[in-house]
Structure formats: structure tokens, C-alpha cells
């Protein structure tokens, strides 16, 4: 079963705000990855946080990891005509290493 | 090369037809995966191999196979099509299992 859910499942924003989505799981995890993807596109990797970091940035991304609540957040800053895309939470099991794939939340940002 | 590259890129298949997906990595990366992607269910590891020789069965393995014969390759076969099967499928590729996956850009398949 999916282990992650992200929230909104679908944003809308103007050139230039900040988009925010959060991610929530279930189990242990040994780290929290990020994809984007485009319209019939694949996955692209955005972000990797492991168990036992809190907070990290790239470039215009800046993900935080709360293993008490097993919740996470992703900020796009100064969104992008470009950020416009589907993202993806994705847990790395414990208990089996395999990843669990949220169902996505959807950003449309608006020029 | 590409990274990894998937074939057909998309395809209609009669219910009861056996089909294989193809995927090939040039990253040498030692795992790959299969997933497939239905609305609002995100991606679901249908099955995996964590290095050539082994295979594994993932979230819904049922009515699929896979076979790892070298590091490069990795065909997803389904014996025998069922419309439940109408899926995007995707197959990815990482150094090891703890670490970044890459994908490849998909077969959109259409079981009729």
C-alpha cells in the first residue's frame, strides 16, 4: 500500500509566490526523496533527506523532515512558469528499502 | 547514451495477448525497477532487482514477470493482457537501493 500522502493534491499560483506542499507516511523511513514530473513525462529527481536531517536546500527548493510526525514539506521559492508539474513524495522503506510513491500534488503556476 | 531508455513508447495491446516492455540502463547501475502509474495512485513497484541474476516481487506483482540476464537490461513481460493492465508503466535504475532513482520517459499501454 502507499506509504505517503502529499497535500494539497492540487495547487495554483502566480509567477513569483512561493508553492508549498507537504508529504505524510506511515512508517519508519531511511530517507525522503522528491520527483517532479511533466506532463507524460517521467520522474525527475529532485531532493534526497535522509532520516537523520532536518532541513535541506537546492537552488529554489527547500525540503524539511519531521520524523517525530513523519511529515515533510517541499518549498518551491519564486515559482516559475517552468515549476509547473506534478510532484512526488517518495519514502524509503526501512524495512525493505523499496520506495513508497505518494499520489502527487499538482502545481499549476500562472504567468 | 540516454540514461535509461524504454520501448514501445506506447501501445495497444488486444485482452489475452502477451507483450514485453522493454528497458535498458547504461548507467550500470546495479537495481531496477518496474512501476506502473494510474490516476491518483501515484507509482507502484511492481517488481524489482537489486543486482543481475535476482529479481524480486514488488506492491502488485500479479500477472507480471521480469527477468535480469545481465545489468543493462530488464523486460517486464506480461503473459497475458487483461484490460486492468491499461497503465503508464515506468522502469527505473539506481546504484544501490538507498539511493536516487532514474527514470525513463514510460510505455503508455491500452489493453482492449
Known amino acids: 500500500s502507499q506509504q505517503g500522502e502529499e497535500d494539497p493534491q492540487a495547487l495554483s499560483i502566480q509567477e513569483g509566490e512561493n508553492a508549498t506542499m507537504n508529504c505524510s507516511y506511515k512508517t519508519s523511513i531511511n530517507n525522503l526523496q522528491w520527483y517532479r514530473q511533466n506532463s507524460g513525462r517521467g520522474l525527475v529527481h529532485l531532493i534526497l533527506i535522509r532520516s537523520n536531517e532536518r532541513e535541506k536546500h537546492s537552488g529554489r527548493l527547500r525540503v524539511t523532515l519531521d520524523t517525530s510526525k513523519k511529515s515533510s514539506s517541499l518549498l518551491i521559492t519564486a515559482s516559475r512558469a517552468a515549476d509547473t508539474a506534478s510532484y512526488f513524495c517518495?519514502?524509503?522503506?526501512?524495512?525493505?528499502?523499496?520506495?513508497?510513491f505518494g499520489a502527487g500534488t499538482t502545481v499549476t503556476v500562472r504567468a | 547514451i540516454a540514461g535509461i531508455t524504454q520501448a514501445p513508447t506506447s501501445q495497444i495491446l488486444a485482452a489475452g495477448r502477451r507483450m514485453t516492455l522493454r528497458c535498458t540502463q547504461d548507467?550500470?547501475?546495479?537495481?531496477m525497477y518496474w512501476y506502473r502509474q494510474d490516476l491518483g495512485l501515484g507509482l507502484r513497484l511492481i517488481h524489482y532487482?537489486?543486482?543481475?541474476?535476482?529479481?524480486g516481487k514488488g506492491e502488485v506483482p500479479d500477472g507480471y514477470s521480469v527477468s535480469r540476464a545481465n545489468t543493462d537490461d530488464f523486460p517486464l513481460t506480461l503473459a497475458s493482457a487483461v484490460p486492468s493492465q491499461t497503465s503508464v508503466y515506468f522502469c527505473?535504475?539506481?546504484?544501490?537501493?538507498?539511493?536516487?532513482?532514474?527514470f525513463g520517459p514510460g510505455t503508455r499501454l491500452l489493453v482492449l
Open positions: 527505473a535504475s539506481s546504484d544501490g537501493p538507498q539511493g536516487t532513482q532514474y
Open positions: 548507467m550500470r547501475h546495479n537495481a
Open positions: 517518495a519514502t524509503l522503506r526501512v524495512d525493505d528499502y523499496k520506495l513508497s
Open positions: 532487482s537489486n543486482t543481475a541474476g535476482t529479481t
